[in-house]
């Protein structure tokens, strides 16, 4: 069965930098939409970027400048090179797979901004 493995989270100061990856148990996903998501203590999910199979992105607003996503075809891996970090982007992140109806998550990583 398809698995999606996040790895890169953990904990930094504020201002700092972290880079997130997320890759595929298989190598078929280039004509899949890839994402993050995240989640923060009692608030509702969102997106926080994504990267469509032509390479067109979008980033939510509160990280627009600071992150920046891409992926590797060929490796079926999502980045999210996350810089300037700030306590706000404390959360659980989730990348996301999407084709159509067809949606795959991976396990979620834990990101602490904290001093």
């Known amino acids: 069965q398809l698995q999606l493995v996040e790895s890169g989270g953990g904990l930094v100061q504020p201002g700092g930098s972290l880079r997130l990856s997320c890759a595929a148990s298989?190598?078929?996903?280039?004509?899949?939409?890839m994402a993050w998501y995240r989640r923060a203590p009692g608030k509702e999910r969102e997106l926080v970027a994504s990267?469509?199979?032509?390479?067109?992105?979008n980033y939510a607003d509160s990280v627009k400048g600071r992150f920046t996503i891409s992926r590797d075809n060929a490796k079926s891996t999502v980045t999210l090179q996350m810089n300037t970090l700030k306590p706000e982007d404390t959360a659980v992140y989730y990348c996301?797979?999407?084709?159509?109806?067809?949606?795959?998550w991976g396990q979620g990583t834990q990101v602490t901004v904290s001093s």
């Open positions: 996301n797979f999407q084709l159509r109806i067809i949606n795959f």
């Open positions: 298989r190598n078929s996903f280039s004509l899949y939409t």
């Open positions: 990267i469509t199979s032509a390479g067109s992105t």
